[in-house]
């Protein structure tokens, strides 16, 4: 079945270790982006990247990174540096920047830092 | 910058009673306008969309109504039922796609 996936499910973290979560789609989608979601919250965008090998910043990048050398895949690391990372992480993916279409999202990622 | 927010952070509804859920939007930019539903620990679900070049679609019980002039957006949810208990977010795309920025959410809840 075509779709996006996100894993683990759950994931701890202790203080100070880098930890990556992973998305992939096989939805042959151009565009793909990651959200942090905190209780009772929207959606916030850290990074996206509209095509391969490309990435921009969303409004909360600081404390982490992300790579784009498949276009199926689209793996966040969350760094040391960010000093609340406690949250619910969603990815999503939607087709090119020429086709305004709606975003696929995964269920989610939940870290816990601990 | 850009922000969309939601004027109500909770609504509450009889079942069988029809729902409306609002958004505010700046960014007179944006062409392509999303509605999505969250079911507590799960990723957003599609519920409908519209482009700036129509100011009504309908779909099945939901009907999204843009109003350009006050950059305001809403969901009707008709006879709405138990199973539409969730949050609901609207999202803004801008021109020629790019991100897809989100308001706070609206709970909503279906009292039996």
């Known amino acids: 079945d075509g779709g996006i996936t996100q894993s683990p499910k759950y994931l701890f973290r202790k203080e100070g270790q880098n930890v990556t979560l992973s998305c992939e789609q096989n939805l042959n989608h151009d565009a793909m982006y990651w959200y942090r979601q905190d209780p009772g919250q929207g959606l916030r965008l850290i990074y996206y990247?509209?095509?391969?090998?490309?990435?921009q910043k969303g409004d909360i990048a600081e404390g982490y990174s992300v790579s784009r050398e498949k276009k199926e895949s689209f793996p966040l690391t969350v760094t040391s540096a960010q000093k609340n990372p406690t949250a619910f992480y969603l990815c999503a993916s939607s087709m090119g920047r020429q086709m305004n279409t709606e975003a696929f999202f995964g269920q989610g990622t939940r870290l816990t830092v601990v | 910058g850009e922000s969309v927010g939601l004027h109500l952070p909770t609504l509450s509804v009889q079942e069988g009673d029809n729902s409306i859920i609002n958004c505010a939007y700046s960014?007179?930019?944006?062409?392509?306008f999303i509605w999505y539903k969250q079911e507590s620990g799960k990723g957003p679900q599609f519920i409908i969309d519209i482009r700036s070049n129509m100011d009504k679609r309908q779909g099945q019980r939901v009907t999204v109504l843009l109003n350009k002039t006050v950059k305001h957006l809403s969901l009707q949810i008709a006879a709405t039922q138990p199973g539409d208990s969730a949050v609901y977010f609207c999202a803004e795309r801008g021109l020629q796609g790019g991100k897809l920025i989100f308001g706070q959410g609206t709970e909503l809840s279906v009292k039996p």
């Open positions: 990247s509209q095509i391969v090998n490309d990435f």
């Open positions: 960014n007179s930019a944006s062409d392509y």
